[in-house]
């Protein structure tokens, strides 16, 4: 047991599934009081009326990852974000819960705060209780947003789901660069394995949007190019944040600064720049017939109770 009462479990490397980058650490199990919290901010603005998080932590430990800088606010305990990636909180009860919680009006999204596909899900394997739970009172509309290529474990489960609910799947492609996807997010599956999943999960009849956030040095048009190869839905485009747009709340954290400054990439966190590469990637969607938005207009796609 950890000092919050949570017990522990180690992670053996993931082989089947995941990629060998993933990151191993401590997994482990700890009651919540809730599965469906009520949506502020961003996500509010998008449209969604609550969110889900299956667990406190993530495994995957990119660099950028903003839900460090949330502190509290986002429901970390200390430990969470001074260890930040090196283990995962499960919530053993959120099935439970929600059996409880769930309601036809509800737009849910899952997750703001963790990938429910990080690698720590393949040993805790809640996700199936959750998709479970969600076929048997399904809400309004069902999002996931994960970058793990396990979520092709639970497939015949999501396809069941999609018979119930609005379900969309909104898969994170950062860059098309394989170096900068190591530097950035070491411990997340290559570019080109998250496109191929992206393009299966497509291909068995689900809703795939490919959400290109946070935006890390690319070749813009090349991975709008993929990105629209791989899925079957609008492209979303989130640049990384920065407090020159966006005064409070969570934002980039400063690893992802430092690392920038150390290579060179300092405009990629610069506004103006920003804003031309999205742009440039929304202009080359269109000229093939594709929706690209960027920030809440691209998220609220997401939420719409209309196909």
């Known amino acids: 047991m950890d000092s919050f009462g949570a017990a ?20 482990r199990f700890a009651p919540a009081t809730t599965a469906l919290s009520k949506t502020s901010g961003f996500i509010a603005d998008a449209g969604f009326t609550h969110s ?14 903003y839900v460090p800088t949330l502190r509290i606010h986002g429901g970390l305990r200390k430990e969470d974000w001074q260890r930040w990636g090196q283990f995962s909180t499960v919530k053993e009860n959120v099935p439970a819960l929600l059996a409880k919680q769930l309601r036809p009006d509800q737009r849910i999204y899952c997750s703001p705060l963790t990938d429910p596909y990080q690698p720590a899900e393949r040993e805790a394997s809640l996700m199936p209780q959750v998709l479970g739970e969600l076929s048997a009172a399904p809400p309004e509309v069902f999002v996931i947003q994960t970058r793990g290529p396990l979520i092709l474990r639970d497939l015949d489960l999501l396809l069941e789901l999609a018979q119930r609910t609005l379900l969309r799947i909104s898969f994170s492609i950062t860059t098309n660069r394989e170096d900068i996807r190591r530097i950035f997010e070491p411990h997340c599956e290559p570019v080109a394995e998250r496109l191929a999943v992206m393009k299966e999960l497509a291909d068995a009849g689900l809703r795939v949007h490919a959400t290109l956030a946070p935006l890390l040095p690319c070749d813009p048009e090349q991975l709008v190019d993929q990105a629209m190869a791989a899925s079957n839905e609008a492209l979303i485009v989130d640049p990384l944040h920065v407090r020159a747009t966006k005064s409070q709340g969570a934002t980039t954290r400063d690893a992802a600064h430092r690392l920038c400054a150390a290579k060179g990439l300092e405009e990629w966190l610069d506004p103006a720049f920003q804003q031309q590469i999205v742009e440039r990637m929304q202009q080359r969607a269109a000229r093939q017939g594709r929706l690209c938005g960027a920030g809440v207009q691209g998220f609220s796609w997401l939420a719409k109770t209309a196909t």
């Open 52 to 65: 889900l998080t299956p667990a406190r932590n993530c495994t995957y430990g990119c660099l950028y990852c």
């Open 8 to 27: 522990t479990l180690p992670i053996a490397t993931m082989t089947v599934g995941l990629s060998p980058t993933a990151s191993t650490g401590e997994l």
